[in-house]
């Protein structure tokens, strides 16, 4: 067994990554603050190819430094969009056929443990500000609210690792079956 | 649909997470380079419940301010121990029973969508360094090399990441079946 180099990862180009198979999913950040967390969502965004992201409110936006940093690139190949005001946003998701999902802990939340999304159904997924969450309004709003399940002291996973958690998650329960029946 | 206070989440006293029911995981960091990292993994080491943290080689301990301003607190919670020497580390692990697991990009790894953990072995995840990962020997030393598959242009997750996806799907392998048959 050796490391396998980083030519020979078969990674994509940016070009070729636009024009891929996208996993049906959407990042939604709304107010997030700490540009580094913007910058490892592109990053995660790319590693599991999701459709697009969007920066609300006062999330913040490249060109940034900060932003760079962390991304190493991935804010050149993710396709994002700035809209300031994200109630208008999650209609049009809606209208668009996206099932909106706020990642929040609320008192009849679906734990992601039993999150079964459906084949045909493409998600936006929403992560808020790092200390008051996602807004009170759009957690009433949203189409179904996922709960990481946490079972430890603190409960309040860092907002880079829920998005990389949701992800996969979500890239398992989309591919795990096609990926089975052709073992 | 409202919000739960942070006085509703049934978090656990730092007692009662020491005597709780254990995901039956470790964390093996070697060489990471930042607190902000090894901050994150205690976050995410406590929100999964796992048995215990194994800080290896250069990566940062508490006493530490930038782990606690990462953590906070979870590296009170989490059981933790430095071991200079990571390939005694992982030799008194085999001999203690744990499957050892790199976590690195390999020409024979094993995807992490394909790893079916046994449901009566218990596994130490080992994340290496942020630029040069595990080292050439852990990887050849380990039992099984897992891979979080990628799909863009990037193919470096952030370790931070790294560690809440496989934990994650740690868990849901070790808990789902367990889960789904009850309903």
């Given at each position: 067994m050796r490391k396998i180099k980083n030519e020979?990862?078969?990674?994509?180009?940016?070009?070729?990554?636009?024009?891929?198979?996208?996993l049906e999913a959407l990042i939604v950040l709304d107010d997030v603050r700490s540009a580094m967390n913007v910058g490892s969502a592109f990053r995660t965004g790319d590693a599991f190819g999701i459709e697009k992201m969007y920066l609300c409110g006062i999330t913040a936006q490249p060109p940034h430094r900060e932003i760079n940093k962390t991304a190493l690139g991935a804010q050149d190949s993710v396709e994002w969009e700035h809209v300031e005001d994200i109630q208008t946003l999650v209609a049009d998701l809606k209208k668009s056929g996206y099932k909106v999902a706020a990642i929040e802990q609320a008192d009849e939340s679906t734990s992601l443990l039993d999150f079964d999304p459906q084949p045909n159904e493409k998600y936006a997924f929403i992560f808020g500000n790092e200390v008051f969450?996602?807004?009170?309004?759009?957690?009433?709003?949203?189409?179904?609210?996922?709960?990481i399940p946490q079972f430890g002291t603190k409960h309040?996973?860092?907002?880079?690792?829920?998005i990389g958690v949701v992800l996969w998650d979500f890239l398992t329960k989309k591919r795990l079956p096609k990926k089975r029946a052709s073992i």
């Open positions: 020979e990862l078969n990674r994509l180009s940016v070009e070729e990554f636009k024009n891929s198979d996208r969450g996602v807004k009170d309004e759009l957690v009433e709003g949203a189409d179904l609210v996922l709960e309040s996973l860092n907002i880079s690792v829920s």
